[in-house]
């Protein structure tokens, strides 16, 4: 019997292990285990790889190991495993690996599962907690089906395809691929950079109907040269000149006076057609005259009383001046608008000591707000508009001042210099010294001549000699580069000053 | 104790869609956002302050023609985030400033010497969405315009091709999040249009016409779970 036994075992070893395979199950198992481990050690050295390439192999794998499981599930139910080598090591780990019992973690999770899906049912009898449990089965299984069907459709509406495999994308042929590169080149450079936007010259003229966003914000003369290749042609580096609508480039014009014009003239002052008596009479009270005798000071406050009055002398005198100025430059008639008043003001420039000289020969060009509208709200608008009265003369529309100026024809541009520094000749001016101390007294000369001669309308010569007047500070006109403007007799340049030149009263 | 003024900065990606899938576009940015969109046109115009001796400096006046009352906007758009920083960022991290201004800028920058160096016009629509950082996605046909500031002449630079641009503000401390921010939204819109730093040309995405018909149609589905 003994004999039958060994050899009944062995002919039933050689059949389960047939049956078994284990040979082949150890390969497998192997095999397995080299593929999990290439693909880690893939998924560690590389950083580029792809999930989906990484998450296939997996799959692959996995499936490769449940097979095998189950391969041995299906014989390994007649078999008890039994340790071989139990030894003081892993005495105490052996029959936790052997186990077959949850771990406690599991066990947990699994009876607070187990509760919550027969959370309703537990009290029913058995068969019926069986078929409620499989109809919610069933349930979930249609909607994953359901959810299946609508990411392949999907996939296939995205051209992405099947899960493993990318699918065909369709390719753009090469003649539309260059052709939307060209594109896509030439829209990211003209949004980024402005290339390809750049007008031609001959499209840079200022347009002639604006859009209306515009209209306020552009003057006419500001798109003319308003592109940075202009820059260096014409424009003189002027930063004061640069205040008024730069954009447009006066091209010849004398660029001395603008240079100390225009400290204000950006400002936009509200030079309205007010005319000349407005301002006059803002000036007027606070525009002291340094040198003026007093009875020359009492008599400024009636200035624009005078003025009026001698409206019919002035206009006379105006005439002339007119024609005087107006032989020196254009003077644009209408400055209601700043707009026209700056873009022009370049031109305005040239003409303003012109102008000036014109109103201020007159003596009276505030008052001649009807006969020379236009000139007086010109040099209004030079004078005012550029905030610079407000500097020189300390706030002051001290307009009558400059208006009283008697320049000299001959120096025009220094009309303009001379008008503004003078700060302290405008601006409640106490005495001479203010004046004295500001500028040449070229300027101070003048200014008081031409003041007196405003105050006394009816004087109607000319005091031809300057020499009556102190001429200390003549040289020191450095402001204007024209040394000794003050010494010309006004009288021989400018016949139309109706004011008197008076030694400044002491 | 005065804190320092903390530079704002945009963070942006730009990309470029064919006209005929603009209107997918809308619909996904439409789902995604749930908002209204907001319709653009804007007349930019870039100055130049061309100073010979040196610096010069750039400013764009922007004008929001879509209301009834146009809103002047000026930005400056500096220099971007460079070096190794900006390579490791997926987006343009570049210094932005913008400030509402008066109708007569332009008149005033004038004065102050800038120069007009170029303008365009921009016609389209925006969406905000907040995620994390406040995202705007612009969907817009930039035009030339042929003759100066003559908007109603203006033509498409490239009639099949419109710019995307997605941007978001930030500190320069925070434009990280920022970034990360316009990459994760970037990827919704993966499907149609790529997006990449301006100046990084990027083609068309093959999947755009596919995207766009799905987009598109009326839903055709049967319902998920029927």
Known sequence: ?506 | MMKPKVESKECIVQGIIETQHVEALEVLLQGLCGVQKEKLKVHELLLKSGSNLGTSSEVRLLCSLEQPEPVWTVAHIGGALKGAASDQVSALVRNREDSRVSSNALRFFYALGYKLDHELLRVGFAFHIQRTVRITVSVTSVHKIPKLHAIDEAVPVTPGLQLVEVSAPSTSDTYHEAVAAISSFSEFLAPLLHLSKPGVTTGVVSTASGAAGSLMSRGSSKGALS
Not at chain 1, 302 to 312: A, C, G, N, V
């Open chain 1, 1 to 506: 019997m003994g004999g039958a036994a060994p050899q009944l075992n062995a002919g039933l070893q050689q059949q389960l292990q047939q049956q078994l395979n284990l040979e082949d199950v150890r390969n497998r198992a192997m095999d397995l285990f080299k593929a999990i481990t290439r693909i880690r050690e893939q998924l560690e050295g590389n950083a580029n790889v792809k999930w989906q390439d990484v998450l296939s192999q997996f799959s692959v794998v996995n499936v490769s190991l449940v097979k095998i499981v189950d391969d041995i599930k299906k014989v390994s139910k007649a078999f008890v495993i039994y340790p071989k080598n139990v030894n003081q090591e892993n005495s105490t780990k052996l029959p936790v690996m052997l186990s077959s019992k949850l771990l406690p973690e599991m066990e947990l999770e699994e009876t607070s599962r187990r509760q919550q899906i027969l959370q309703g049912i537990s009290s029913l009898p058995v068969q019926i907690q069986v078929e409620k449990l499989k109809s919610r089965i069933d349930a979930i299984a249609t909607a994953c089906n359901n959810a299946e069907k609508c990411i392949s459709e999907a996939r296939k509406v995205y051209g992405l395809g099947a899960r493993h495999n990318p699918g065909i994308i369709p390719q753009l042929d090469k003649l539309q691929a260059t052709k939307i590169d060209e594109q896509e080149k030439l829209l990211r450079s003209a949004v980024n950079s402005g290339e390809g936007l750049w007008l031609p010259v001959d499209q840079r003229s200022p347009p002639t109907v604006l859009p209306p966003h515009l209209e306020l914000g552009v003057a006419p003369g500001d798109g003319e040269t308003s592109f940075p290749e202009a820059i260096g042609n014409v424009y003189p580096r002027n930063p004061p000149s640069s205040l008024s609508s730069t954009a447009v480039i006066n091209t010849g014009a004398p660029q001395l006076v603008s240079s100390v014009q225009p400290s204000g003239r950006s400002a936009p002052s509200p030079m309205t057609a007010t005319g000349g008596v407005s301002t006059d009479n803002r000036a007027a009270s606070p525009m002291q005259y340094t040198n003026s005798p007093s009875p020359q000071q009492q008599q400024r406050p009636k200035m624009p009383h005078t003025l009026q009055q001698s409206q019919p002398y002035s206009s006379q005198q105006l005439r002339a001046p007119s024609a005087y100025a107006n032989a020196q430059t254009h003077i644009p008639p209408s400055q209601e608008q700043q707009n026209q008043l700056q873009a022009k003001f370049q031109q305005e420039r040239q003409p303003y000591h012109s102008f000036t000289n014109r109103q201020f020969s007159s003596g009276s060009a505030q008052q001649h707000g009807i006969a020379q509208n236009t000139q007086g709200s010109q040099s209004k608008h030079h004078l005012a508009s550029a905030g610079n009265l407000a500097n020189i003369y300390g706030g002051n529309q001290n307009f009558a001042t400059s208006q009283m100026y008697n320049v000299p024809a001959g120096y025009p541009r220094n009309v303009s210099s001379q008008v503004f520094p003078e700060s302290g000749y405008n601006v409640g001016a106490s005495g001479g010294s203010q004046i004295s101390s500001n500028l040449g007294a070229s300027q101070q000369h003048v200014r008081q001549a031409s003041y007196n001669a405003f105050s006394n309308p009816q004087l109607a010569q000319q005091n031809p000699s300057i020499t009556n007047i102190p001429l200390g500070n003549l040289t020191q006109n450095t402001l204007h580069g024209q040394p000794n403007y003050g010494i010309a007799p006004n009288s021989t340049q400018n016949p139309n000053y109706g004011q008197q030149r008076q030694p400044p009263p002491q």
